[in-house]
């Protein structure tokens, strides 16, 4: 903390408002923690998203506190959860990284993803020809400077390092030309594109509108627990909104099956 003095018109010093040095933003855990977090968010509640209160239960915390929240916002900053609305949402990147981890689309996720952090990809991007320094040096250019708070470089220095080694990044190798091309807006675009699969239906039935859109959602349901070797799941498309009686019938169709 930085702690100023003002001095009053009688010539008395007093002291102000001491400020907190606040580091950069940066996702709270390892992309591999954040990987088995969303794993857990998506076995409850699959593509369907959860409110805030809810994720933060099925993630591992009781309620959904400073710390719960901090790490939900990790998540985000890899692209593995959105906000729909109130609710978090999973994406398509983290469905890709949790069915398919051993198939290339599951692999490259996992790489986009370690990418996806402002500071990750510009720590990558800078010592791309020279390899990442010692954690000392590391250490004193973050806190000189990218503004890092001494108290919580060294644990940001291992997480960054352990999530480039989960998804397989040398920076000593570089970024593929197509990885250092793709920047910011970019990214933000591409995180945009990986919402919830939605489609326009135009539907023209008796008594409805001509022209009227609709939305459906697509639905990837595991049909086994995702913890489990090669799960099996099924894609569902669904009405949004459904109504109750249409609920009914769906439900009586699964059990009838």
Not at 20 to 47: C, F, M, T
Not at 106 to 131: F, H
């Amino acid at each position: 903390m930085v702690e100023t003095n003002e001095q009053t018109s009688n010539g008395a010093q007093t002291p102000t408002k001491k400020h907190r040095q606040r580091s950069p933003n940066y996702p709270a855990e390892s992309l591999e923690a954040a990987i088995k977090r969303v794993g857990k968010l998506y076995h409850e509640d699959h593509e369907a998203g959860s409110t805030v209160d809810s994720a933060a239960v099925h993630i591992g915390f009781n309620k959904a506190h400073g710390e719960a929240k901090s790490v939900l916002a990790g998540l985000k900053k890899f692209g593995l959860v959105e906000m729909a609305g109130n609710r978090v949402i999973v994406t398509k990147r983290a469905v890709s990284i949790l069915l398919f981890p051993e198939e290339e689309r599951g692999k490259k996720a996992v790489r986009d993803a370690a990418l996806l952090p402002d500071i990750y990809r510009k720590l990558v991007a800078r010592y791309r020809t020279t390899g990442l320094p010692s954690d000392k040096s590391l250490r004193a250019e973050l806190i000189a400077d990218e503004g890092f708070n001494p108290k919580a470089v060294d644990a940001f220095i291992k997480d960054f390092r352990s999530s480039l080694s989960f998804a397989g990044i040398s920076v000593e190798s570089g970024l593929d030309s197509s990885e250092e091309a793709q920047t910011g807006d970019e990214l933000n675009d591409e995180e945009t594109q990986l919402k919830t699969e939605e489609t326009e239906i135009l539907e023209n039935r008796p008594g409805t509108p001509p022209n009227k859109s609709t939305k459906s959602k697509v639905f990837n349901v595991a049909l086994d627990p995702i913890t489990q070797d090669a799960p099996q799941f099924a894609q569902v498309l669904i009405p949004v909104p459904i109504s109750e009686e249409q609920k009914r019938r769906l439900i009586s169709f699964l059990q009838n099956l």
